[in-house]
């Protein structure tokens, strides 16, 4: 049975379960706050288009192994779109060190081992446009979501049944078969459910970090920097994380994240100049960031909350509204600075066309849907939120002046010896970052590599090299936090002077 269904945001989450549902037949309106984007191409869209919706709109975006298979394999039109719009596709031979190059050879799989770069507003306009041609989905722009309609008289359960927006000044009503909330981070749903008198249980774990963004062009004539090279163009320091995403049509994005304690290197990185100044300290950026070879697009700009939650909408197995369903980070949120979004949102969503298929009814609808979300979901949730933790834990150890966290028994203890034994065996064999990729890539669960006999017998022979030279491995080379501290300064004094 084809179904009239209501989304809540178009953006990437939004028009992907509208994919997703409209290849089942059925009738798709999307609902946006914000403006349709402009007309014209890539650089338009990402310096002119108004997207308050979104609020990694600027930020840096790429499309995981498992978002590329799915397009690849159910929208491989909308794929060549990416293509033609600039978006570059980057294999598993094109991520590996220099050391790990040299040993490769295809094996099978790792042509699943790929992801897809380019700005977030390429991405969006080229999805919008070709969401636009599907004759079963409209999308009614620059309209605000006021409330939802729900049957009157039933206590037992909120059931709904359409929407009421507002637009050009006017009150308007939805009739749906279905709701789905798309509307990210910043959804309303739980608070107007919480006005019906239900109750909304959410996990809720900080990561303590600040990322921050800055945009370049490459000059005319000027090619990328290797990318095999011996300096690594993301990583850790200790006290920060880097990274470069490449982007479409010669432009590309650095990020640099910090914990939320590292208030002075905060308070630099703000500034253009402090930005710049951090990253050319970096080998890794610094071949990037060389002045006479490219142009910054943009100033310096954060963000921050950045937080795992996780909402129930379902508990003791009775769904919280019948007719409703959230997806993506309206649902379900992780630290954006891993990349699981996008990937986590399409996946969420063909989760759902598929529960809507297989039933009618709305109570087993909302069941399978929570229970196949903890399933494929709630393993990449934890294991996110467990690199959360041990991320902030590794950040006091450096602030303190130590390599390594100090554990409080035994099992902790051998736990992140595994865990730095682990990374250091991923830098140089090829058996083991090839599985670390499938996890990072979302293609298997978390850690799902790890029982493989040959992976943990590597894994337990870099143990005995002793936790310190295994954490040290995960440091690559640049500044440490003093000299940092200093470059900060010796910057500030030039600049009074």
Known sequence: MTEKIAIVGSGICG???????????????????????????????????????????????????????????????????????????????????????????????DDKLWILMCRRATIETVLRRYVERIDNIEIINNCNITGFISEEGNTSSIKLKGLNYSKDGQNHEFFSNLVIDASGRTTKFPNWFRLQGATITEEKDNAEIVYFTRHYKLNDGVEEPPRHSKERS?????YLKYGVFPGDNGNFAVILCLPIDEKILRQAVLSPEGFDAIGRSIPGLAPWLEKDKITATTNSFGMGDIQAVWRHYVT????????????????????????????????????????ISQSEDANQ?????????????????????????????????????????????????????FGDALGAAAKYELHVIRGFMRTFNLLEKPGEFLKSKRIQLTVFRYMLRGRKKNAAERIVSGPNRDQMHHIIADMSSSEAL
């Open 15 to 109: 028009m992907c379960t509208s994919l997703a549902l409209a290849k089942h037949g059925h009738q798709i309106t999307l609902f946006e706050r914000d403006v349709p984007p402009p007309a014209g191409g890539a650089d338009q869209a990402f310096f002119e288009w108004d997207r308050k919706g979104a609020a990694q709109f600027r930020h840096p975006h790429a499309f995981l192994g498992l978002m590329c298979n799915l397009l690849q394999d159910n929208y491989p039109e909308l794929l060549e779109d990416f293509y033609r719009a600039g978006a570059r596709r980057i294999d598993f031979a094109d991520m590996l060190a220099p050391e790990l190059l040299s040993k490769y050879s295809p094996s099978e799989g």
């Open 316 to 355: 003791e197995q009775q769904p919280i509204a019948h007719n409703f369903f959230a997806v993506g980070d309206a649902a379900v949120r992780t630290n954006p600075l891993y990349g699981r979004g996008c990937s986590l949102g399409i996946l969420h969503a063909h989760i759902l066309a598929d529960v």
């Open 234 to 238: 993301s990583g850790d320091l200790g």
């Open 365 to 417: 609808r909302a069941l399978s849907f929570e229970r196949r979300t903890e399933e494929e979901i709630r393993p990449v949730f934890n294991s996110s939120l467990n690199e959360d933790k041990s991320g902030i834990k590794r950040a006091l150890a450096v602030a303190q002046g130590r390599l390594v966290e100090k554990p409080d028994s035994f099992k902790k203890w051998f736990g992140m010896a």
